[in-house]
């Protein structure tokens, strides 16, 4: 395999690799309302809550969720404090059988 293959060929794994880390913003390194308006400009975003944590959270209102989940409140670690987000869950049925 020819040199500039080579170079090539390592220049687009380094371009991949970088891509993928930045795929997932990590919620500590932002403010709330930082963190609140990616949610709302992006409608969902997978995000990293922790060393070994992420998950998927949404706009309030909207179709984010498929079907039977709906968002529902949760809170994940910002910069500033802990920030109240959506994520999409199943709701609980708090009916008798």
């Known amino acids: 395999m020819p040199l500039r293959q ?3 060929m390592t220049a687009a794994v380094l371009l991949v690799a970088t891509g993928v880390a930045d795929a997932r913003p990590d919620t500590r390194t932002m403010s709330c309302e930082q963190l609140r308006d990616l949610i709302q400009s992006h409608r969902a975003v997978v995000l ?8 998927r959270y949404v706009r309030q209102f909207g179709n984010e969720c498929d079907w039977p989940e709906v968002p ?4 994940v670690p910002t910069r500033d404090g802990r920030c109240p987000v959506y994520r999409c869950e199943e709701p609980v049925n708090n009916f008798p059988n």
């Open 72 to 75: 529902m409140s949760a809170y």
């Open 6 to 8: 080579i170079v090539l």
């Open 48 to 55: 990293t809550t922790g060393p070994n944590t992420y998950d």
